[in-house]
């Protein structure tokens, strides 16, 4: 059973703040590694997509994986109250194979 | 780059009919698409991968005389709902598989609402 597990949260940060997201995967064998913001009503938008061991930053995001620890973590600098809503972590063995969605951690940044 | 669309965004149907849902790629090609449903306040849930030329693949419990699926070219896969019930109310969502190297990505498109009276 391929499983992404999530901080289902709520996870509350100050604006201006550092959040930061974790997810833990259980199949060896992932390649593709993402993290989709879903704001309430609304379909998931891609944030970051990372395939290899290490850091990769996209502005205020950094994403960073570690396949020996079968872990995946989001960080959102300088957060804004724009940036609450639900973090879904998923990950997959290749593109064309369907995503394993985490359950979503909602994160809510306080003004 | 990598946009999907869908469309209707939103329908209100009587239950008993049909209803199509169209997911495009609009500035890539995409072998593969997903559709996707998500009640409130739930996860998503994969209901069917979708592969241009040939037939979709179902998950378990996913009827598929209920909900047929078309992938036609590589830019429009289809959702049909059949017989609509007031159960299969719904937000549908697709997305799509864009290649670039050796690293595939999926992107989703905007949903439809699904109300079925």
């Known amino acids: 059973q391929k499983e992404v597990e999530q901080n289902s949260g709520p996870l509350s940060v100050p604006e201006g703040a550092i959040a930061s997201l974790n997810c833990t995967y259980s199949?060896?064998?992932?390649?593709?590694f993402f993290w989709y913001r879903q704001y309430s009503g609304k379909s998931p938008e891609l944030i970051m997509s990372?395939?290899?061991?290490g850091d990769k930053e996209d502005g205020r995001f950094t994403a960073q994986l570690n396949k020996a620890s079968q872990y995946v973590s989001l960080l959102i600098r300088d957060s804004q109250p724009s940036d609450s809503a639900t973090y879904l972590c998923?990950?997959?063995?290749?593109?064309?194979?369907?995503?394993?969605f985490g359950k979503g951690t909602r994160l809510s940044v306080i003004a | 780059g990598a946009v999907v669309s869908q469309h209707p965004s939103r329908v209100i149907c009587k239950s008993g009919t049909s209803v199509k849902i169209e997911c495009r790629s609009l500035?890539?090609?995409?072998?593969?698409m997903f559709w996707y449903r998500q009640f409130p306040k739930q996860s998503l849930m994969l209901m069917a991968t979708?592969?241009?030329?040939?037939?979709?693949?179902?998950e378990q419990g996913v009827e598929k005389d209920k909900f047929l699926i078309n992938h036609a070219s590589l830019t429009l896969s289809t959702l049909t709902v059949t017989s609509a019930h007031p159960e299969d109310s719904s937000f549908y969502i697709c997305?799509?598989?864009?290649?670039?190297?050796?690293?595939?990505?999926?992107?989703f498109g905007p949903g439809t609402r699904l109300t079925v009276l």
């Open positions: 990372i395939y290899s061991n």
């Open positions: 997305s799509a598989s864009h290649s670039r190297g050796s690293t595939d990505t999926q992107y």
């Open positions: 500035d890539f090609q995409a072998t593969t």
């Open positions: 199949d060896r064998g992932s390649q593709s």
């Open positions: 979708s592969n241009e030329g040939s037939k979709a693949t179902y």
């Open positions: 998923a990950v997959t063995l290749s593109g064309n194979t369907p995503l394993v």
